[in-house]
Structures are given as structure tokens and as C-alpha cells.
């Protein structure tokens, strides 16, 4: 454990739990809480035990609620411009290690924005998204021009952010923008699961999908075609490949190294 003040930061190997701990106000993300945020990113980062990383909200009620809006109304041009919650985002989608975001209640404004920043998106029935930051008189701030049209679709991304209106679990389903729905006792249980499921992979594996796939999205289809292929010859000569094929064959559990 770590020594947070608005987060908590637990390690339970292969996973790095990430829990936005202020539940009195719906896990409203100060520019505090943002800070350490990142601090526990790059934490788990850097330790070998962490093969993935989990973000959620206390309390059962919100995942996060925004930005924390005390801090918006004296916010003025010159930090408009820093990138705050894009930073964070930004972190999480180029971080070699897969990121899930575990959303149970409340999933808003600079939180869905955080949750666009993960990898996968998982949610429980009750849970609420939307980008109501037109109804304050400003647009997003935290990438979600940018990242949900690439999740969802141009089309329900403008009917998100032009309306303001939040949809439900099941449409999130729907369009994309979550990949599961589980009830709230399960949902830190299946955060589990499928961290031990993405820790049997060879390490290089899921770091180099998320690299194709973020970076393949910004370029043409050729583009992205032949950055394919030359990651793809990379991991052929890796010791893991070998494994994993030896593995397969001979009916066993392969042990990848990471080499």
C-alpha cells in the first residue's frame, strides 16, 4: 500500500488496483486527486509484478464524476491549456501494460474521459455515461472529441457531446463504449479474471496490440498494414515465440519470460 490521499493503491499481483477514493463527492477528480493518479500509473508502470493496471471509483455509486467543478469555475485560459486529465489519459493508453477501467455508478465528464484513457471498459448495470459539458457553457477537455468518436463512432459520439444526456449500461454495450456488464459484487472479481488471463500472455504481446492499435488508428490502412508486419517479425524472434509454439504442440502451459 501507498501513501494516497484521494486514491488508493493496492498490488495483488498480476494487478495494480487503482480506486478514486472520494466518495462524498462522487469521486469528483481534483487536480490533487489527478496528480496521484499519475504517480500510481507510473508505480505500477515500473514494477514487474504489475502485468495490468485497474482504475475505479469508492463507495459504489460513481466511477468518477468529473472534474471536480470547484476547481473549473476559477480555471482560466493559460491552464485550460495544460493537459490535466488528456495527460492522464494519455498516460494509460501509451503505458506498455493494459489498462481496464471497472465502472460501477457514475461514469462523467473528465471520469468517462479517464475511462477512455483504459484499454477496456467494463461496467455494472446501474452504471451512467455522458459528456455533459456542454450544459456548463464548455466543451470537453479531456480528449473525448478525440478518443470516444475512435470508440463509438463519429455518430454516437456528437449525440453524446452535442445532447449532454447520459445513456445506460446497456447502451454503452451497444455502442462499444463498455465490452462487459457485470453486477457489482462480481466486478472487481472479473477485473481479476481477466488480469490473470492478459499475465498468461507473453509480456511483449499485449504492449505491442495496444502500440498497433493506437498508433495504427492515426494513419492510413498501409500504414498500419506494414508497421503490422514489422512488429509481428519482431515477436518472431523473441524466445517467448518459440515457447508459446513448443507450448502449444507438446499440450502444456507455456512459462514466457519476456525475452
Keep these: 500500500m501507498n501513501d494516497f490521499e484521494n486514491i488508493l493503491y493496492e498490488v495483488n499481483a498480476p494487478l495494480a488496483l487503482i480506486t478514486i477514493n472520494r466518495a462524498s463527492v462522487h469521486n469528483a477528480i481534483s487536480l490533487a486527486t489527478l496528480d496521484e493518479l499519475h504517480q500510481a500509473v ?4 515500473d514494477d514487474d509484478q504489475v502485468r495490468v493496471i485497474a482504475i475505479t471509483g469508492a463507495g459504489g455509486k460513481a466511477f468518477a464524476s ?10 482560466d485560459l493559460r491552464k485550460g491549456m495544460e493537459p490535466i486529465v488528456q495527460g492522464l489519459a ?5 503505458c506498455p501494460k493494459p489498462s481496464i477501467a471497472a465502472i460501477d455508478g457514475i461514469c462523467m465528464g473528465g471520469g ?3 475511462a477512455l484513457g483504459c484499454d477496456l471498459r467494463i461496467c455494472t448495470p446501474h452504471s451512467r455515461f455522458a459528456t455533459p ?4 457553457g464548455i466543451i470537453p477537455g479531456g480528449g473525448a472529441t478525440a478518443r470516444l468518436p475512435r470508440v463509438v463512432g463519429r455518430g454516437w459520439a456528437l449525440e453524446m457531446m452535442l445532447m449532454g444526456d447520459a445513456i445506460g449500461a446497456e447502451r454503452a454495450m451497444q455502442i462499444g463504449l463498455v465490452t462487459r456488464i457485470v453486477e457489482p459484487d462480481e466486478l472487481l472479481p472479473e477485473v481479476r479474471k481477466m488480469a490473470e488471463h492478459l499475465a498468461s500472455f507473453a ?9 498497433m492499435v493506437h498508433e495504427g488508428m492515426e494513419g492510413s ?3 498500419a498494414l506494414a508497421m503490422e508486419k514489422f512488429a509481428q517479425s519482431a515477436l518472431l524472434q523473441t524466445e517467448d515465440k518459440k515457447e508459446g509454439i513448443d507450448a ?3 499440450k502444456r502451459k507455456p512459462e514466457f519470460r519476456g525475452r
Aim: negative net charge; charged residues 20%; hydrophobic residues 45%.
Design 42 to 45: 507510473s508505480l505500477a508502470a
Design 66 to 75: 468529473g472534474s471536480d467543478l470547484n476547481e473549473v469555475a476559477n480555471r
Design 90 to 94: 494519455s498516460q494509460l493508453e501509451t
Design 112 to 114: 468517462l474521459e479517464v
Design 133 to 136: 459539458e456542454g450544459k456548463l
Design 203 to 211: 509480456p511483449f504481446v499485449p504492449h505491442f496490440m495496444k502500440l
Design 221 to 223: 490502412i498501409k500504414s
Design 248 to 250: 502449444f504442440l507438446n
